[in-house]
T-cell receptor
Framework: GAGVSQSPSNKVTEKGKDVELRCDPISGHTALYWYRQSLGQGLEFLIYFQGNSAPDKSGLPSDRFSAERTGGSVSTLTIQRTQQEDSAVYLC???????????FGPGTRLTVL | DQQVKQNSPSLSVQEGRISILNCDYTNSMFDYFLWYKKYPAEGPTFLISISSIKDKNEDGRFTVFLNKSAKHLSLHIVPSQPGDSAVYFCAVIYSGAGSYQLTFGKGTKLSVIP
């Protein structure tokens, strides 16, 4: 079946602009995660959605970052007023529940000039 | 302050030999541990996991060992194959009341030499 998909695969933007990154999880998966991998860094947890519960936003690095998940499926990560330090690969993953296996998408490479 | 440390950024192993990847963590409250493998230009793929109530989990060529007293996690790959060459991330999960946190190490690049 179809895995996790993300779009766009690459995004180049100018400093100060807003960007939206999209994630389509595996159908039926209740949990959805956003991560960021910056050059030379490990994977950084950003935000976690479980079903219709309020998301765990504890990993969001600043208030410029927000995410929503419509209808318990597709999720959008929005970065407002992008900064150069936001340049990274943004990865989305989904899982059946809680600590089940997480399946990752291919990521979106964001470059802020 | 890093909660999860992979102190070896890289490791080279001869094909057929054992690869041992190490990971240290700081919080004894972590209750689930995972290893991921990542190839260039791809997202990470889940490899193997272990819960805090166990000290060993084996899946084919891959075995994960957990030493809770030392707060140490290791992944053994036997025998190593060239296709195992990738970056390996350990990750820990804390699922306390009202929160769920997954923390990754910075990865170890494994190169298996034919």
């Amino acid at each position: 079946g179809a895995g996790v998909s993300q779009s766009p695969s690459n995004k180049v933007t100018e400093k100060g602009k807003d960007v939206e990154l999209r994630c389509d999880p595996i159908s039926g998966h209740t949990a959805l995660y956003w991560y960021r991998q910056s050059l030379g860094q490990g994977l950084e947890f950003l935000i976690y959605f479980q079903g219709n519960s309020a998301p765990d936003k504890s990993g969001l690095p600043s208030d410029r970052f927000s995410a929503e998940r419509t209808g318990g499926s597709v999720s959008t990560l929005t970065i407002q007023r992008t900064q150069q330090e936001d340049s990274a690969v943004y990865l989305c993953a989904s899982s059946g529940f809680g600590t089940d296996t997480q399946y990752f998408g291919p990521g979106t490479r964001l470059t802020v000039l | 302050d890093q909660q999860v440390k992979q102190n070896s950024p890289s490791l080279s192993v001869q094909e057929g030999r054992i690869s041992i990847l190490n990971c240290d963590y700081t919080n004894s409250m972590f209750d689930y541990f995972l290893w991921y493998k990542k190839y260039p230009a791809e997202g990470p793929t889940f490899l193997i996991s272990i819960s805090s109530i166990k000290d060993k989990n084996e899946d084919g060529r891959f075995t994960v060992f957990l030493n809770k007293s030392a707060k140490h996690l290791s992944l053994h790959i036997v025998p190593s194959q060239p296709g195992d060459s990738a970056v390996y991330f350990c990750a820990v999960i804390y699922s306390g009341a009202g929160s769920y946190q997954l923390t990754f190490g910075k990865g170890t690049k494994l190169s298996v030499i034919p």
